[in-house]
């Protein structure tokens, strides 16, 4: 947590992410923030849930980050499915969010994009790695964040193969930040599962 620009630096790597497709793209990734520990994928007040994406880019051969909203109601119909796509914009350019980059463990580093893994993902899984700072505003950093992940089926947006929760309890400061230091990744509460693919 940077106190002198109220962000926090996270970095969040999918682990061991396998295609499901014969020319094997990796498939879609996402994160979601939760309002408290309950861990529900759906929000019991209704309202849409702000996503950030990590999908391949066929037309380039690169994954890329973007900002979306996904919708509370009908999330999995095609109706669910347009609405997240249309609210879609580059997380880089999204207000309150900056040093976007993907790393992928069998691709290259870029700022925002990363080359296509190889042919040997199928079998062998690729880490993927989002990163990103976030502006708390005049708050500043929360006791906990609460987040949540899934890992698609195929590039597309669509069912997800996997999903858990899983909180942040502590920021650690930035190099000359003054304040209470955080820093860590809380382990999934009974009933959550295990935190097999992301840390």
């Not at 997380?91 to 580093?109: K, N």
């Not at 909180?167 to 230091?181: A, D, I, M, N, W």
Request: net charge neutral; with cysteine.
């Amino acid at each position: 947590y940077d106190t002198n620009t109220a962000t926090v630096s996270l970095s969040v790597t999918f682990k061991d992410v396998t295609s499901k497709t014969t020319d094997n793209d990796i498939p879609w990734l996402a994160l979601t923030y939760r309002d408290d520990e309950e861990c529900l994928m759906t929000p019991r007040g209704g309202e849409d849930t702000e996503m950030l994406l990590v999908m391949f880019d066929k037309s380039s051969s690169e994954l890329k980050a973007y900002h979306a909203m996904l919708p509370s109601s009908a999330r999995s119909s095609p109706a669910g499915v347009a609405a997240v796509y249309s609210s879609m914009e580059p997380l880089s350019g999204r207000d309150g969010y900056s040093a976007v980059g993907i790393v992928s463990s069998s691709g290259t580093s870029g700022k925002g994009v990363v080359a296509s893994p190889s042919s040997e993902v199928s079998s062998v899984g690729t880490d993927v790695t989002l990163q990103f700072k976030r502006k708390m505003g005049a708050s500043g950093v929360p006791p906990v964040m609460y987040l949540n992940y899934a890992i698609g089926n195929k590039p597309e947006l669509g069912y997800h193969s996997s999903r858990e929760c899983f909180s942040v309890t502590k920021f650690p400061l930035c190099r000359g930040g003054k304040g209470q230091e955080r820093g860590g990744i809380a382990a999934p509460k009974k009933g959550m599962g295990m935190l097999r693919h992301v840390e």
